[in-house]
């Protein structure tokens, strides 16, 4: 009995895992029909993205990850805070357009404007 529960879990944990990892197809979606289960997963999903986005922020030297705050929304990015450069705001863009996930992004960085960190 002890080792079904345990297999179950394994199971349950591993799926638990991977959901968030499904990337969205669409921009819009119609959320008044959706169950509590498969909004808290959009939710999650969006969590992963907005880190994924800003992991791989952080790892380029040409954009200053702590002037950038990242937000997702099924999948639309949204990006704002400050850039030294409009190459670096474009190259923040670049970056959330091309994390597995992202549907589009809004890019609000403000070019120049005061650097306030997230």
């Known amino acids: 009995m002890k080792t079904k529960w345990i297999a179950t879990s394994l199971v349950a944990g591993a799926a638990l895992a991977v959901a968030p990892l499904a990337a969205y197809a669409a921009d819009t979606k119609d959320t008044s029909s959706m169950t509590k289960t498969e909004k808290a997963k959009d939710y999650i999903d969006d969590a992963t993205i907005t880190t994924k986005v800003k992991t791989e922020l952080a790892k380029d030297k040409q954009v200053s990850a702590t002037k950038i705050k990242v937000e997702t929304d099924h999948g639309v990015v949204k990006l704002t805070g ?24 809004d890019n609000k960085i403000e070019v120049g404007g005061a650097a306030k960190k997230y």
């Open 82 to 105: 400050s850039a030294s450069s409009k190459e670096e705001a474009d190259k923040a863009a670049a970056i959330a357009q091309g994390t597995k996930g992202v549907a589009s992004v």
